[in-house]
């Protein structure tokens, strides 16, 4: 089963492979309704959040991914607020597991259709300004995206 646990195993290694240029934790908080996973900020870009989720990829092309936002409207409204402000505010998905697995840079502001549920091909396309990125993965260029992707104009 794809968890989130594994998200965060390997998404932590960048700590180590960037020292330099990387703080970053994840953030245990039962005082903030819907603080995110994580929180960040990479030289030279700046501060970012991350809320992780991850699932097994459906059977069918046409079965919605379903993500454990069903009683997490606090995350929804959190993430949504902080990406209307300008921040770097993330869902950093991972869909399917192994070799098969995907990772998407969803917006801040798509809760809402995580929640409900979301064709795979929907999600990618909601990414495609963010990042979607396949095997293998690189931390520093999913880094540079959660930290860049919001200095585009087009996209603010």
């Keep these: 089963m794809a968890l989130e646990s594994s998200l ?4 932590s290694k960048a700590r180590l492979a960037l020292p330099d240029t990387l703080h970053m934790e994840r953030v245990e908080n039962m005082l903030g309704a819907g603080f995110p996973d994580v929180d960040g900020f990479f030289r030279p870009h700046g501060a970012f959040q991350l809320e992780l989720k ?10 919605p991914v379903r993500f454990a936002l069903k009683k ?7 993430m949504r607020k902080r990406w209307d402000l300008g921040a770097n505010a993330f869902f950093l998905l991972q869909v399917g597991e192994g070799a098969d697995r ?13 929640k409900a549920g979301i064709l795979e091909a929907r999600l990618a396309i909601e990414c495609v300004n963010t ?4 095997r293998p993965f690189s931390h520093e ?3 540079k995206a959660i930290t860049t992707c919001r200095r585009n104009p087009a996209l603010q």
Aim: hydrophobic content about 50%.
């Design 141 to 143: 260029v999913i880094l």
């Design 72 to 78: 997490r409207e606090a995350q929804i409204v959190y």
């Design 102 to 114: 995907v990772l998407y840079l969803a917006p801040g502001n798509v809760g809402d259709a995580l």
């Design 8 to 11: 965060w195993q390997w998404l």
């Design 54 to 63: 991850s699932t097994k990829r459906p059977a069918r092309s046409a079965t």
């Design 131 to 134: 990042g979607i990125f396949k």
